[in-house]
């Protein structure tokens, strides 16, 4: 598991409509699916290629009784879940599920000290990780953490998980921070927007064609509520939310007609599972750019 320490290792969907988020995922970004349930849990392998890129799950009846909707979880490889889900604790982080055993293999599922939920996975026994690969069609390209205090988050993660700065590239806001494991740039994380009273984490998918792939969203009972947007590097982003309401992001190249921005376009999102909350609303604006590779 050293490889994969300080990585995002593995993501997961709990949806209210498994076999609809098959085909959503399917036509949009071109996984497959293979069912990897046990005896007591039901669960779902997304695949690019040969690769197991993610899972797939019923959102829990108690989790919806309480008012949560579909949502993406990313899991970072750790060496040792418990340790690290200590250091959490000491520098101030939430633990909403402490170290467990699962069919992914030993998680905890947290939050950093802003109110961002993710979770930590040692013995991951699912996918494989290749760094070569992440710029792939069909991978997660991209992580993105809005937060409320973009340098305070930069400083807890790197205590954490040993993330470091990343130098920007030009054309990229100076108040998006990039940040690296292994040489390796991973993500960026900016100051979220009055709109977003929480701070959470958006997760980018690797298409062909933005133009082509935002059309299929939209088709597909999907929506585009900002994007697709220019980032540095030649690459375009679009920020949509599925038919079941989990939120994701997609990342390409542009062949098609230039659609841009769509003024006034806004999605709201509430999510309460026992103690883990997450609420807020994304208001498109002409004008407001993603930096990124």
Same mark, same amino acid.
């Given at each position: 598991?050293?490889?994969?320490?300080?990585?995002?290792?593995?993501?997961?969907?709990?949806?209210?409509?498994?076999?609809?988020?098959?085909?959503?995922?399917?036509?949009?970004?071109?996984?497959?699916?293979?069912?990897?349930?046990?005896?007591?849990?039901?669960y779902t392998l997304?695949?690019?290629?040969?690769?197991?890129?993610?899972?797939?799950?019923?959102?829990?009846?108690?989790?919806?009784?309480?008012?949560?909707?579909?949502?993406?979880?990313?899991?970072?490889?750790?060496?040792?879940?418990?340790?690290?889900?200590?250091?959490?604790?000491?520098?101030?982080?939430?633990?909403?599920? %402490?170290?467990?055993?699962?069919?992914?293999?030993?998680?905890?599922?947290?939050? @950093? =000290? $802003? +109110? #961002?939920?993710? &979770? !930590?996975?040692?013995?991951?026994?699912?996918?494989?990780?290749?760094?070569?690969?992440?710029?792939?069609?069909?991978?997660?390209?991209?992580?993105?953490?809005?937060?409320?205090?973009?340098?305070?988050?930069?400083?807890?993660?790197?205590?954490?998980?040993?993330?470091?700065?990343?130098?920007?590239?030009?054309?990229?806001?100076?108040?998006?921070?990039?940040?690296?494991?292994?040489?390796?740039?991973?993500?960026?994380?900016?100051?979220?927007?009055?709109?977003?009273?929480?701070?959470?984490?958006?997760?980018?998918?690797?298409?062909?064609?933005?133009?082509?792939?935002?059309?299929?969203?939209?088709?597909?009972?999907?929506?585009?509520?900002?994007? %697709?947007?220019?980032?540095?590097?030649?690459?375009?982003?679009?920020?949509?939310? @599925? =038919? $079941? +309401? #989990?939120?994701? &992001? !997609?990342?390409?190249?542009?062949?098609?007609?230039?659609s841009g921005l769509?003024?006034?376009?806004?999605?709201?999102?509430?999510?309460?599972?026992?103690?883990?909350?997450?609420?807020?609303?994304?208001?498109?604006?002409?004008?407001?750019?993603?930096?990124?590779?």
């Amino acid at each position: 598991m050293a490889d994969n320490h300080g990585r995002f290792a593995w993501h997961e969907l709990m949806t209210t409509d498994v076999t609809s988020a098959k085909a959503f995922y399917a036509e949009i970004v071109g996984w497959d699916a293979r069912d990897a349930s046990t005896s007591g849990l039901a669960y779902t392998l997304f695949i690019s290629g040969t690769t197991e890129i993610g899972g797939l799950m019923d959102l829990p009846p108690e989790a919806t009784k309480k008012g949560a909707t579909p949502r993406w979880m990313g899991y970072v490889g750790v060496d040792d879940v418990a340790a690290v889900t200590g250091r959490l604790k000491r520098l101030g982080g939430t633990v909403y599920v %402490p170290p467990t055993d699962t069919n992914i293999g030993r998680i905890s599922v947290v939050a @950093d =000290p $802003q +109110g #961002a939920t993710l &979770a !930590l996975v040692d013995g991951l026994k699912l996918g494989r990780h290749d760094a070569a690969a992440v710029d792939q069609p069909g991978r997660v390209g991209w992580h993105e953490l809005l937060a409320a205090d973009p340098d305070k988050a930069v400083a807890f993660y790197g205590e954490l998980l040993g993330w470091q700065k990343a130098a920007p590239e030009t054309g990229a806001m100076d108040s998006y921070q990039l940040f690296a494991v292994g040489g390796q740039t991973i993500g960026g994380m900016f100051a979220k927007r009055e709109r977003e009273p929480f701070s959470f984490w958006l997760y980018y998918f690797n298409v062909d064609d933005i133009d082509v792939a935002t059309r299929r969203v939209k088709a597909a009972g999907g929506r585009i509520f900002e994007g %697709p947007i220019e980032v540095p590097g030649g690459a375009w982003v679009a920020r949509c939310i @599925d =038919p $079941q +309401g #989990a939120m994701f &992001a !997609l990342q390409g190249k542009r062949s098609g007609q230039r659609s841009g921005l769509i003024p006034g376009s806004e999605v709201r999102w509430s999510t309460s599972w026992g103690e883990v909350s997450s609420k807020g609303k994304l208001l498109a604006t002409p004008g407001r750019e993603r930096s990124s590779k």
